[in-house]
Structure formats: structure tokens, C-alpha cells
């Protein structure tokens, strides 16, 4: 693969992750004001977002991957949810492994994004994917 390549038509999705919106909180005119960020508003509503579009779109760049590769990340979720989003977007293979017992929400966002998910047992579960 070249370096520097072109990312896919379909990243661009992945390009327009931007930093998260902040929305400005005054309860009362003397407190101080409160910054929220709306981590909702993220193209997969993960706080992962950013960090996934950084990873993949720099090892595309760099010739890491290419359309079709396979992309494993071993996490308990945010991060897998917002990789599966990104894999699909670039026309890679994710599989996500986490521990068994996680939240079916996630589980099925990761699949809703075309990821396959492995659940070994959460006892050692870092250690199976080793």
C-alpha cells in the first residue's frame, strides 16, 4: 500500500469528527459558569469518537490498512462501539472483543455497525485475547 493514501469516499463521516460541543451552564448570575460537553452529538455517540478517527485514518494514511483489512480493538465498549462506527465507514473488517457480561446495547451497536463481537469469559478475559 502507498503512503499518504487517500481515505475512502465513505470516511468522510470519519473527516468531520470534530471536537465535542460545549454547551455553557449558569445556574445563578454569581456562580461561576459550568461547561458541558455533549459527547451525544459524536457521529456514533461515543466519547471515542475523536481517538478511533485518529487511529484508523492515520494507519490508512500510513498504509497500515486498506479497504477490506481486518481491525481487532479489545475493549469493554466506548472504544469498541466507536471503532466498529469508523471500520464501517472505511470499508474495514471489525471484530470487538470484550468481557463477557457487558451491556447488550453495546454488543448490538457494534454489530448495527457491521462489527462481529467475541465474548470470552470475564474472569482472564484480557489474557484470551493476548
Known amino acids: 500500500m502507498s ?7 465513505l470516511s468522510r463521516l ?3 469528527v470534530a471536537p465535542t ?8 448570575a454569581d456562580q461561576p459558569t459550568i461547561w458541558c460537553k455533549l459527547e451525544y452529538l459524536n457521529p456514533s455517540g ?3 469518537d475523536r481517538i ?3 487511529i484508523l485514518s492515520k494507519a ?3 498504509g497500515a490498512v ?9 475493549s469493554s465498549g466506548s472504544t469498541n462501539i466507536a471503532m466498529a462506527m469508523v471500520c464501517a465507514q472505511m470499508g474495514l473488517k471489525f471484530i470487538a472483543v470484550m468481557p463477557d457480561g457487558v451491556s447488550n446495547e453495546r454488543v448490538k451497536m457494534i454489530r448495527a455497525y457491521g462489527g462481529t463481537v467475541r465474548l470470552p469469559p470475564t474472569a482472564g478475559w484480557w489474557r ?3
Do not use: D, F, M
Open 3 to 9: 503512503t499518504q493514501a487517500e481515505l475512502p469516499i
Open 14 to 16: 470519519v473527516e468531520s
Open 21 to 28: 460541543p460545549l454547551q455553557p451552564v449558569q445556574l445563578h
Open 46 to 48: 461515543s466519547t471515542k
Open 52 to 54: 478511533a478517527a485518529y
Open 60 to 62: 490508512w494514511r500510513e
Open 66 to 74: 486498506g479497504s477490506g483489512s481486518l481491525v481487532c480493538e479489545a
Open 128 to 130: 484470551s485475547v493476548l
